[in-house]
């Protein structure tokens, strides 16, 4: 279904445990093959992935706009985000998977590692391509096979238009099968013995449902979860320079995203002034249809979702909360809101409110805006405006985010750094990087060769 005008623009079967079956059965026997080819072929078919993002551009940005509800800045992002995924994951083949270990004896001792084999790929509607491209071309890349099960609101622009990238781009068969599916497919891959490691990014309650049964079962999971980043604003911060990040940190993508600033922390010196600015700011942001250009923001994904963000808002009014501008709907589309007076104890400033709903509230020491930016079960981003820099990273230091970003806000992404979070908000592992994909989807070997037989002592 199109949020934006509710008509059913694609149909897509749904698999079920024996379709998940087949696909490991076939996976894990393309899976060897795979492996054993040259490097360089393995790299050459990510690039040429790359490539046909690129050029099938256009394509892509229609899917993501109309099955994803987004403006075409997000969905340019996206095919964007994919172009430098699959080209940092081009650069994985050849890069030193392996180490000389010192040894006390005359042997030669050296670690390899090597494929885990089917990695399966769990993945959310928010940003269904680059969140879904981000696991799988590193997978891929690395000489495993991926079962890929998308999130059934976006399994054409999450999963589908990647299996069509990948044929064209010339992966051979077997190796990237696409599960549309619910929960319970989810829960059968985790406990299938056949696939080896799970790459998931969604809520932290279902993430935990995740973890649990990955444990029991021994499976290799890596969980990227939800957030409530907090946005800290120093009382020497330029706020005329600073609310075009602070608008966009807030509602960008409607505000459906892991690393929205949800908390607004403002020092008590300008908080008048910045709750205004914000509203100021946030009231003329346009709502519609994403297929026009002139929208900064488009439709929340579903029904479910958006009443789920009215509640919070009109919770957090009912508990004291003073809304500056928005909580208002029409159809999906949510205005983008500021509710001001809103610190703990408010509704939406203590969960992830997953919608475009900015909490502000004020703090006088620095120590108080650490100790109110550290009270979370969340860990995920950070961001710190001010005018002195070595007060914004020694601020940083003290407050367990997996990312913090001084003088920025807290929606950044680059497919060659390390993402992810501390807390509810993950488990420590991260996507992006050569080492943390590395990491992620290989094994480590031990392997000694003597010139000949030792001795020994029986």
């Not at 024996?18 to 899976?31: G, M, N, P």
């Not at 696409?178 to 985790?190: H, I, N, Q, T, Y």
């Not at 602070?246 to 709750?275: K, P, T």
Request: proline share 5%; net charge negative.
């Amino acid at each position: 279904m199109e949020p934006a005008t509710g008509r059913q623009i694609t149909s897509l079967g749904r698999a079920d445990v024996s379709d998940l079956e087949r696909s490991v059965t076939q996976a894990s026997e393309a899976q060897a093959a795979w492996a054993a080819r040259p490097f360089t072929e393995r790299a050459a078919i990510l690039r040429r992935a790359a490539d046909l993002w690129t050029h099938h551009s256009a394509a892509v940005q229609y899917w993501l706009i109309h099955e994803a509800g987004s403006i075409r800045l997000k969905a340019e992002f996206e095919v964007h985000g994919a172009v430098d995924e699959c080209l940092e994951a081009a650069a994985l083949p050849s890069h030193a998977l392996g180490e000389v270990m010192p040894s006390e004896s005359a042997q030669l001792s050296m670690t390899v590692r090597t494929p885990v084999g089917v990695v399966g790929v769990i993945s959310p509607f928010n940003l269904p391509l680059l969140l879904a491209i981000r696991s799988v071309a590193p997978a891929l890349a690395l000489g495993n096979a991926v079962i890929l099960k998308p999130d059934p609101r976006t399994s054409y622009s999450g999963g589908v238009i990647l299996a069509r990238i990948f044929e064209e781009a010339g992966l051979p068969d077997g190796l990237l099968h696409v599960l549309p599916g619910g929960g319970d497919l989810g829960s059968a891959m985790v406990t299938h013995p056949g696939i080896r490691a799970i790459s998931f990014t969604g809520s932290t309650q279902a993430g935990r449902a995740v973890g649990e049964l990955a444990a029991r079962h021994f499976t290799r999971t890596h969980l990227e979860l939800g957030g409530n980043n907090a946005l800290i604003v120093l009382a020497d911060a330029d706020l005329d320079q600073a609310m075009s990040a602070v608008a966009f940190g807030s509602f960008f993508n409607q505000g459906q995203g892991c690393v929205i600033i949800g908390r607004h922390l403002v020092h008590e010196s300008i908080y008048d002034a910045y709750v205004h600015k914000l509203a100021d700011r946030a009231s003329a942001l346009v709502v519609g249809n994403p297929e026009s250009d002139e929208v900064a923001l488009g439709p929340i994904i579903d029904a479910k979702q958006r009443d789920r963000i009215h509640s919070l808002v009109m919770d957090s009014v009912a508990a004291g909360a003073e809304l500056l501008t928005g909580g208002t709907y029409d159809g999906l589309f949510y205005r983008p809101t500021v509710l001001a007076e809103a610190g703990p104890g408010i509704p939406a400033y203590d969960n992830e409110v997953f919608g475009p709903v900015a909490c502000v509230t004020r703090f006088s020491t620095l120590d108080e805006a650490v100790e109110l930016a550290s009270n979370t079960q969340y860990g995920l981003a950070l961001g710190i405006i001010t005018a002195d820099v070595a007060t914004g990273l020694s601020l940083a230091k003290r407050i367990p985010t997996g990312m913090a970003h001084v003088n920025d806000q807290t929606l950044k992404d680059d497919a060659h750094v390390p993402f992810g979070g501390m807390g509810e908000s993950g488990n420590s592992a991260r996507f992006g990087s050569a080492a943390a994909n590395i990491e992620a989807y290989t094994d480590t070997r031990w392997i000694t060769v003597h010139t000949q037989v030792p001795s020994y002592p029986f």
